[in-house]
């Protein structure tokens, strides 16, 4: 058997592999195997999450050419071989993870860090709430959908589902959401 690095492929053999996993992926049957597959090497049944991200994983590394593939043999076989052997690394390292009280846990591991620089703080040692929207504000000035994302908040609409019910799409939610978050980050450490 021959295993080629999919980085050392060819244009044409790169193509060979996007398009059998093009069909793989529209193959709802294959993909249920894969997620079951993961799920149970991982001994987290209806832990979907986890099977899903590692099954997605293990397709990207394959795209991008960190998983080495035969393009002699069906892909399908070599992509469960995978999620498998990922799926039980996994499983062996939740095993050894030790889990403590909290009672139980060492002061240090309990230390939170100082707040960050330039924020005003009031007596209660928080950061002043306004003063970071304001900032926030200020920053996303010309992003609409972050705009549109704090007005939500503001509104009591926290939740993922309460948003996209008022009629942000999926992905308008999740990237304003990112984008709104590095713009907190940004008026969190803002100078005064």
């Known amino acids: 058997m021959r295993w080629i ?6 244009h044409n053999e790169r193509a060979v592999v996007r398009a059998a ?3 793989l992926l529209d193959d709802d049957k294959a993909m249920s195997r894969l997620y079951r597959t993961a799920e149970m090497c991982a001994r987290s049944p209806g832990n979907s ?3 899903r991200d590692l099954v997605w994983d ?3 590394d394959v795209l991008l050419g960190d998983v080495p593939c035969d393009l002699g043999r ?4 070599q992509l469960e071989d995978e999620v498998r052997h990922r799926a039980n690394r996994v499983r062996r390292n939740m095993q050894r993870a030790a889990l403590i009280p909290l009672d139980k ?3 240090d591991a309990l230390a939170i860090d100082a707040e960050p620089h330039g924020t005003e703080v009031d007596e209660d040692g928080a950061p002043d709430a306004a003063e970071l929207v304001a900032r926030i504000r200020e920053y996303a000035s010309d992003d609409d959908a972050v705009l549109q994302l704090l007005e939500r908040y503001e509104r009591g609409l926290v939740l993922r589902r309460k948003v996209l019910g008022t009629g942000m ?11 709104l978050a590095a713009y907190a980050a940004m008026a969190a450490n803002a100078e005064q």
């Open 5 to 10: 690095e999919t980085k050392g492929l060819t």
């Open 21 to 23: 996993l093009t069909v």
């Open 49 to 51: 999450m986890t099977a």
């Open 58 to 60: 293990v397709v990207g």
């Open 74 to 77: 069906d892909l399908h076989p």
């Open 105 to 107: 846990a060492p002061a």
């Open 169 to 179: 799409t999926q992905w308008a939610y999740r990237a304003a959401r990112e984008r």
